[in-house]
């Protein structure tokens, strides 16, 4: 997405399907807003479900050559797109400024760099994950699941869209892309390099849409094979239901509501610098965010201390939320937790600007685990501060939520920490500070999905098993 004279950016006005723009088939269109000042930045189509049944067919008519590619040329043309995506890193980072509102630096590092990395390991992954092993006397193979459905979410929008487009590649499969309609500038870019990468036409395929026409038409195909969703519990449940009826497989990353665990023999004062820039990182935007902190009660008003102190530096350096709706909502979390009696440290519910989708960092201090701020899952910068008395406590509060996505925990040595984190509900855990790795499985215990990305667990999602008998 090119800027344009005007300061808006240029927005493709068809379809990626079958290796080629073309227009789509019906007439609606959707408005791409820039949550800093509220101004359009351009339209993309709203697809139909001719659109979709379009690009399902050309994805289909494309599986066998693309199952039957030998995995060294597949890892060579994924390696192609990470390419092309490197050479598109500065308009990567500023499309998702613009349509996102991320702050460029963080744009840069993260939602550009982050993607090219995990593309890359599936570069490797295409090239000496072994697709076959013997098994007494049977030969195992693994063999693509089909054409996937990829239906993506507006907060990490490159990073989203690689997580599946990238492992269904490299397993063999062919992909139509649904991104969300919030962030769709940086999907048609994306789909601008898997055309220059050389990637064979039909084995991508982007129809940009809404949820409720697109992206219900895309998981009710009977056409593909298995459906990947990232977003809310909510639309996950209805999802898996109509593949559930269709025998259709699916992998499903969800809703969080993270817990940081401080122990008493941790680094108080870098376990909440961590953990309140953990909060606040992409505006609170992230679904494994560490949005509850535990502190032993003999440390939780030095911790209150420290966190409100913390939060007070972001003011200044935070992005708009990703539009009116979701400030909205954010902000009526707010509301609820001072109603509920949690006592606001720092932010609160009032706009910190006139124009823009912006909430102020929010620190709660008192509260307590039953209470909506410390259940629900709020998607903004918004901190709770809980108490607990003794570790079993901790773990109680901190596995007492419907979901079970990520976490940390802190201590003296990493062995107390891993003791502590072995215990909890939860797919991944971070250990004092221990950094993203993108060959390691990310995904969620009970609400928060079924299935995993990255690394080779990423890639089993996307390949099914076969046996033959000597």
């Not at 979701?326 to 006592?343: F, L, P, S």
Request: some cysteine.
């Amino acid at each position: 997405m090119y800027k344009a004279p005007d300061g808006r950016y240029e927005a493709r006005d068809g379809m990626y399907i079958d290796g080629a723009w073309r227009p789509a088939t019906g007439t609606d269109t959707i408005t791409v807003v820039d949550p800093a000042d509220e101004q359009p930045l351009g339209q993309v189509p709203a697809g139909t479900a001719e659109d979709i049944d379009a690009a399902v067919r050309a994805a289909r008519t494309a599986l066998p050559r693309w199952a039957a590619t030998p995995s060294a040329e597949r890892a060579a043309l994924i390696g192609a797109l990470r390419d092309r995506l490197v050479a598109r890193k500065d308009e990567i980072a500023a499309t998702v400024t613009a349509e996102l509102g991320a702050p460029l630096p963080f744009a840069q590092a993260v939602h550009a760099g982050v993607p090219i990395a995990v593309c890359g390991s599936y570069a490797e992954l295409a090239a000496t994950h072994p697709f076959e092993e013997k098994v007494g006397n049977s030969t195992v193979y693994l063999e693509p699941v089909g054409v996937v459905g990829a239906i993506t979410p507006w907060n990490y929008p490159l990073h989203q869209i690689v997580n599946k487009v990238a492992p269904a590649l490299a397993a063999g499969c062919t992909v139509v892309l649904k991104p969300a309609e919030d962030t769709p500038l940086t999907a048609q870019l994306f789909a601008d390099a898997v055309h220059e990468a050389g990637i064979p036409a039909g084995v991508f395929n982007l129809v940009t849409g809404l949820g409720p026409v697109a992206g219900q038409a895309l998981a009710e195909h009977e056409g593909v094979d298995l459906v990947s969703f990232t977003g809310s519990t909510a639309v996950g449940r209805r999802i898996g239901a109509t593949a559930g009826a269709a025998v259709k497989r699916v992998a499903l990353e969800l809703g969080g509501k993270s817990a940081n665990v401080i122990l008493p023999s941790a680094d108080l004062a870098k376990a909440v610098a961590v953990g309140v820039a953990n909060v606040m990182s992409n505006s609170g935007q992230t679904c494994s965010a560490w949005t509850r902190m535990l502190v032993h009660t003999d440390r939780y008003d030095e911790a209150v201390e420290l966190a409100t102190a913390a939060a007070a530096k972001y003011g200044p350096r935070i992005g708009p939320l990703v539009n009116a709706k979701q400030q909205a909502r954010v902000r009526g979390y707010i509301e609820k937790g001072v109603e509920e009696g949690a006592r606001l440290v720092a932010g609160g519910p009032e706009a910190p600007k006139a124009q823009g989708y912006f909430v102020r960092p929010t620190v709660f201090a008192d509260v307590t685990p039953e209470m909506t701020i410390a259940q629900e899952e709020i998607f903004g910068p918004v901190l709770s501060l809980i108490r607990y008395e003794d570790e079993d406590d901790a773990l109680r509060i901190a596995n007492g939520t419907v979901y079970g996505l990520a976490g940390a925990v802190w201590a003296a040595d990493d062995a107390e920490a891993v003791a502590f984190a072995r215990r909890m509900d939860t797919g991944q855990v971070d250990i004092n500070g221990g950094g993203f790795n993108p060959l390691a499985p990310f995904g969620g215990y009970k609400q928060s999905g079924v299935g995993r990305e990255l690394g080779a667990h990423g890639l089993m999602e996307y390949l099914q098993t076969k046996s033959l008998q000597f």
